[in-house]
């Protein structure tokens, strides 16, 4: 099963950006469907992007389309969540998740997922 640590999170301004990483150990991206969520304080987790293995399909929250972008460098197994435009409704903690990939999930639920990251803290001042 493959580990992941999320990195990068901290205080920004709006309209300010941060780049999330997300390292894999024990074995690569390879075959995996990889995604991010969050979760704010008193609210449910909610998915934010994804990537597909098979296809390197991406999609999108509406909340943060056209602000954030997914990607994936297979060179260094690691998977980022470029930031732009934060707002100080993306403040939450956010986790990095990943499954093997299948064409049968659409990969935008908690539950499709067996493999987490401890989190890391995104903070957007106003």
């Known amino acids: 099963q493959v580990q992941l640590v999320e990195s990068g999170g901290g205080l920004v301004q709006a309209g300010g950006s941060l780049r999330l990483s997300c390292a894999a150990s024990?074995?690569?991206?390879?075959?995996?469907?990889t995604a991010w969520f969050r979760q704010a304080p008193g609210k449910e987790r909610e998915f934010v992007a994804n990537i597909r293995w098979s296809t390197s399909v991406r999609y999108y929250a509406d909340s943060v389309k056209g602000r954030f972008t997914i990607s994936r460098d297979n060179a260094e197994n690691t998977v980022y969540l470029q930031m732009n435009s934060l707002k100080p409704e993306d403040t939450a903690v956010y986790y990095c998740?990943?499954?093997?990939?299948?064409?049968?999930?659409?990969?935008?639920?908690?539950?499709?997922?067996?493999?987490w990251g401890q989190g890391t803290q995104v903070t957007v001042s106003s």
């Open positions: 998740a990943a499954a093997t990939d299948s064409y049968y999930k659409n990969f935008r639920n908690g539950a499709d997922f067996g493999s």
């Open positions: 024990g074995r690569t991206f390879g075959g995996l469907a």
